[in-house]
């Protein structure tokens, strides 16, 4: 880049919010320029508006900035959108109409069949439904979303699979406690407890893995004919979501032929050489107990899913274990990702 591009982010003071403005930092295409919440925090600094909770000091290009309404405006041509999905619809919409690129970490727009739902490896060519979406909209900016925390995960492991046919998938999860936000899961409810619920998780799940492996068609996407079966458990881990997964498939390439698939797997990320890219987008383990929490959840600067315990199964054909980190990979690593791919494919103007 010549010079770096203005962006904002909106939902900037809760646990995704403050992941982008620290990841954000020192970006080398990116500037944060411009921040948004909600009505009581509009008009106050975001050192003011802010309790920290990420590790280590508020950056300090974010701390000074003023925040603003979420309304579009003044904002700048890219934003990153970590609302609540309570409010999310309205807000990411009258962006998009406004003009405004709105690479959303929120729920509302994921299932949307004009609207991509992207993790940069595997679907870029979903991206193509954007002038489909313009058009259909009147909008002349656009939302793009990425996945749930633990689909990432999930998809990321099965991505290489396709080549071998995904009949049917039935996966577990157990999810760190950084995922429900702050204040999260009361400690009395999480301390040397494991919770088997979290609403409306394994919906997520099932269909957007469906739409993310699907593939587009003309004007719209079609999702993946497979079969997806979810459970989803909260668990007292703070950062990173473990997925363990069984899938049957059309061939059987056998469990080496499994490993070398997902040691093997890039995308269009890679071949870009996009700042946010992982060299390695899957790492996988031979080592009987990982991957880890505490050990694997950042490697890759956060951006890599690890895989292990890949082995064969007496139900379905294979099973393993995929761990990715939930806010960053999960969410705020890959909506910058996604600007990236955007930005670099010139469905964004410089």
Known sequence: MEKRIDVGVLGATGMVGQQFIRLLENHPWFRLTWLGASDRSAGKRYREATNWRLDGEMPAEAADLPVYECKPGNAPPIVFSATDASVATEIEQAFAKAGHWVISNSRNHRMDKDVPLLVAEINPDHLRVLPTQQRLRGWTGGIVTNPNCSTIGLVMALAPLRQFGIRKVVVATMQAVSGAGYPGVPSMDILGNVVPYIGGEEEKMQSETQKILGNFDSEQIAPLSSKVSAHCNRVPAIDGHTVVVSVELETKPGVDGLKEAMANFSGRPQELNLPFAPKQPLAVTDAPDR??????????????????RVRECSVFD??????VHNTIRGAAGAA?????????????RQ
């Open 318 to 323: 294979y099973k393993f274990t995929a761990l």
């Open 291 to 308: 991957p880890q929490t505490r050990r694997d959840a950042l490697a890759g600067n956060g951006m890599t899913v690890t895989v292990g």
């Open 336 to 348: 910058i990702l996604n600007a990236e791919l955007l930005l670099e494919e010139g469905y964004v």
